[in-house]
């Protein structure tokens, strides 16, 4: 008969078993923080998806850039492009995401970091202190990023502000004075001066209101009106944000492709629903699974060693 020692468990064999378990732990948990930020980005983008399935179908639901028709001279048109609402906003969501994902998971590694120094360790063991150091790296992290992409733009967008700034009055801003001493068409300018009102915040919906009225007769009288070069979402745009409704032929000639923004909106809308609520599942099981073996671990490492 063999000897019992044979059938014992080595003491390094229960070592190599806490320490897979404790692997398996951190596998669980970088899995439940990832689909963690997944249910966070979720909730996020249901506020934005709106906007962003619209700007793929070249429309927004408010005017946010200052569209400049081909028919202004040189000068004018010098202070920008015209906009283009999906990759505006896709920019604006990517900068989203990168701060998300980097300043929670950013977050966690300072923690890790600092967690190396006894001071921190020491202090890391409540839960409270824990949690406030990374809501403060969460928010250094993120203010960084947020003044690194203000920063990126600051030289594009000073020039295009100092045109459409005005602080009351509409007269008072340098497109208003540029336009009143030209000799672009009443149309251009009211289409121009339009736009600079719904750009003003909070939107200055009394000085943009007689703006676009006068485009709308412009378009109905004007015979030259399909050679100003207006852009027909943009007066959509406007219209809709205005009169809540297309008035114009040109305006309504966008409705279809609203139609269809607002058909994939809801579809987008149920498919981000199923993914923040299967992320949600997910890290819950996640989260559990990885305390129930870090429970486990814990057990082991107390009744052996």
Same mark, same amino acid.
């Given at each position: 008969?063999?000897? *019992? @020692?044979?059938?014992?468990?080595?003491?390094?064999?229960?070592?190599?078993?806490?320490?897979?378990?404790? #692997? #398996?732990?951190?596998?669980?948990?970088?899995?439940?923080?990832?689909?963690?930020?997944?249910?966070? !980005?979720?909730?996020i983008?249901?506020?934005?998806?709106?906007?962003l399935?619209y700007?793929?179908?070249?429309?927004?639901?408010?005017?946010?850039q200052?569209?400049?028709?081909?028919?202004?001279? !040189?000068? /004018?048109?010098?202070?920008?492009?015209s906009?283009?609402?999906?990759?505006?906003?896709?920019?604006?969501?990517?900068?989203?995401i %990168?701060?998300?994902?980097?300043?929670?998971?950013?977050?966690?590694?300072v923690?890790?970091?600092?967690?190396? $120094?006894?001071?921190?360790?020491?202090?890391?063991?409540?839960?409270?202190?824990?949690?406030?150091?990374?809501?403060?790296?969460?928010?250094?992290?993120?203010?960084? *990023?947020?003044?690194?992409?203000? @920063?990126? #733009?600051? @030289?594009?967008?000073?020039?295009?502000?100092?045109?459409?700034?005005?602080?009351?009055?509409?007269?008072?801003?340098?497109?208003?004075?540029? $336009?009143?001493?030209?000799?672009?068409?009443?149309?251009?300018?009211?289409?121009?001066?339009?736009?600079? !009102?719904?750009?003003?915040?909070?939107?200055?919906?009394?000085?943009?209101?007689?703006?676009?009225?006068?485009?709308?007769?412009?378009?109905?009288?004007?015979?030259?009106?399909?050679?100003?070069?207006?852009k027909?979402?943009?007066?959509?745009?406007?219209?809709?944000?205005?009169?809540?409704?297309? /008035?114009?032929?040109?305006?309504?000639?966008?409705?279809?492709?609203?139609?269809?923004?607002?058909?994939?909106?809801? %579809?987008?809308?149920?498919?981000?629903?199923?993914?923040?609520?299967?992320?949600?599942?997910?890290?819950?099981v $996640?989260?559990?699974?990885?305390?129930?073996?870090?429970?486990r671990? /814990?057990r082991?490492?107390? #009744?052996?060693?």
């Amino acid at each position: 008969m063999p000897p *019992l @020692d044979e059938y014992a468990v080595k003491p390094q064999d229960i070592k190599q078993g806490v320490i897979a378990l404790k #692997r #398996r732990q951190r596998n669980l948990m970088l899995l439940g923080l990832t689909t963690s930020t997944v249910f966070i !980005a979720s909730l996020i983008s249901l506020f934005f998806q709106q906007e962003l399935v619209y700007g793929f179908f070249g429309l927004s639901t408010e005017v946010q850039q200052l569209h400049l028709p081909v028919s202004v001279d !040189a000068a /004018l048109a010098s202070i920008g492009d015209s906009p283009d609402y999906f990759f505006s906003l896709l920019s604006w969501i990517g900068w989203l995401i %990168i701060k998300i994902f980097s300043s929670f998971i950013g977050a966690f590694i300072v923690m890790s970091l600092m967690k190396k $120094l006894r001071f921190f360790y020491v202090r890391f063991q409540s839960f409270v202190l824990k949690f406030v150091a990374w809501l403060i790296a969460f928010i250094l992290i993120w203010s960084g *990023l947020t003044y690194w992409q203000h @920063d990126l #733009r600051n @030289d594009e967008d000073d020039a295009y502000q100092q045109v459409v700034y005005y602080d009351s009055n509409i007269n008072d801003s340098e497109i208003a004075r540029y $336009l009143s001493d030209s000799e672009i068409a009443a149309p251009v300018k009211s289409y121009l001066l339009a736009q600079t !009102a719904l750009l003003h915040k909070p939107v200055d919906f009394s000085a943009a209101r007689p703006y676009v009225a006068q485009v709308v007769e412009a378009e109905k009288k004007d015979a030259k009106f399909e050679q100003y070069g207006f852009k027909p979402e943009q007066i959509w745009t406007m219209q809709q944000q205005v009169y809540g409704k297309s /008035l114009t032929p040109v305006a309504q000639s966008v409705e279809r492709q609203a139609q269809q923004a607002d058909e994939v909106t809801k %579809i987008v809308n149920i498919v981000i629903i199923g993914i923040a609520i299967l992320s949600a599942l997910l890290s819950l099981v $996640l989260f559990l699974l990885a305390h129930s073996i870090k429970g486990r671990s /814990l057990r082991i490492e107390q #009744r052996i060693f």
